[in-house]
């Protein structure tokens, strides 16, 4: 249930949904659970009378990326009759409105099933269902649009790499960084598994007309791409993170260290494993985290989504600082710098010399090819 009662006499509480899909209204005989796809802008009061001008707001068609889901609980039966039938009529009316209104493209598609065995190195069910989901990749960059992380990894690149050369993007999804880069001159080659990220990074080449090159390819096995080719790999927003297993994150490594110029310089992005000490729940996740390390799973570090973006069962890797540094010496690069990213990850971490391996929300890391 997306409601829940706050405190006695609210009616409403809202939580932001991350994943835009699509509900029918759903009627109890006790009370009401009124679902609808609103526009991010629209807020929610706590009194009747705004819940129901909230759901008049649907009548408009609001909806899109970043939208929210809002769910109208009334406390007393008796209490909320004029707001029960109110709803119920908005509801009548607005229902065949959605029916209409939402387009196939924003409707979760099945993704194109194939058996386990056929999974790419490095990627699970949820990972796949993930990188097939033509919803996730047409409201990726409105989804992501205002991420402070996204802007400070654009800038620490840009400090970074001054002098143009051959670039590629591993993992480059809609192609942020794939744009920026190509628009000031690099030669970049954007590389990713899902087949719609890398139509939207396309038609964005063909909007703005610029050139870069495209190659649909796991990171864990790049043998499309030419040995020592890159001045610059980077693997941004956590890709890394996304890859599933301990041996298959090492062969990507390994990979990118193929494909880079001796000398060339690697940037990524990974999430601290020791950041969670601050969430209670991450707390329980830790403690559960380190018996599965002391009772010898190879996949201690993987933290379970229970749903992201109405994917369940999604995994992310999480780091820590002596974990970075070993793998990247295991295979062939010399760390440079280990930038700590600020609890907001809006800048750097502030006083980073105080216990930064647990104060970081994560790193920007730079390392160089030997």
């Known amino acids: 249930m997306i409601g829940q009662r706050a405190h006695r006499g609210s009616l409403l509480f809202v939580r932001p949904f991350q994943y835009s899909i699509y509900t029918r209204p759903v009627l109890d005989g006790e009370g009401v659970e009124i679902r609808c796809v609103l526009g991010k802008s629209c807020l929610a009061s706590r009194t009747a009378l705004s819940c129901a001008n909230a759901l008049t707001a649907a009548r408009t068609g609001q909806r899109g990326a970043g939208s929210l889901i809002f769910a109208i609980l009334p406390l007393h039966r008796h209490r909320s009759k004029p707001l029960l039938s ?205 018996f599965r390390r002391w009772r010898g799973d190879v996949d201690h570090g993987d933290k379970v989504q229970a749903s992201y973006r109405g994917i369940p069962n999604l995994r992310l890797h999480l780091f820590t600082p002596s974990e970075i540094k070993r793998m990247l010496i295991s295979s062939g690069f010399r760390l440079m710098e280990l930038f700590p990213i600020s609890t907001d990850q809006s800048r750097e971490l502030q006083k980073s010399w105080i216990f930064p391996g647990i104060r970081s929300n994560g790193w920007l890391i730079l390392a160089q090819r030997i």
Not at 131 to 140: C, G, T
Not at 153 to 179: A, I, S, W
Not at 229 to 246: A, E, K, Q
Request: charged share 25%; with cysteine; proline share 5%.
């Open 86 to 290: 109110r709803c119920n009529a908005i509801t009548a009316q607005t229902s065949s409105r959605y029916d209409e209104a939402m387009s196939s493209e924003m409707k979760p598609a099945s993704p194109e099933r194939i058996p386990d065995w056929q999974l790419p190195e490095g990627v699970d069910r949820p990972l796949w269902e993930y990188l097939q989901s033509p919803p996730i990749a047409n409201d990726y960059d409105t989804f992501f649009a205002d991420t402070r992380l996204m802007r400070l990894d654009r800038e620490f690149l840009l400090q970074r790499f001054h002098k143009p050369g051959r670039m590629v993007d591993l993992g480059c999804g809609t192609g942020r960084l794939v744009v920026s880069f190509a628009e000031r001159g690099f030669d970049v080659t954007g590389v990713d598994l899902s087949d719609n990220m890398l139509r939207v990074c396309d038609q964005k080449r063909k909007d703005l007309a610029l050139s870069f090159r495209l190659e649909k390819a796991n990171i864990c096995d790049l043998s499309s791409l030419e040995s020592e080719t890159f001045d610059y790999s980077i693997c941004m927003f956590s890709t890394l993170g996304m890859v599933v297993g301990v041996e298959n994150r090492a062969a990507a490594l390994r990979e990118i260290h193929r494909i880079t110029k001796p000398g060339g310089l690697f940037a990524l992005h990974l999430h601290n494993k020791w950041f969670n000490v601050f969430d209670p729940q991450g707390r329980r996740w830790l403690l559960s985290d380190l």
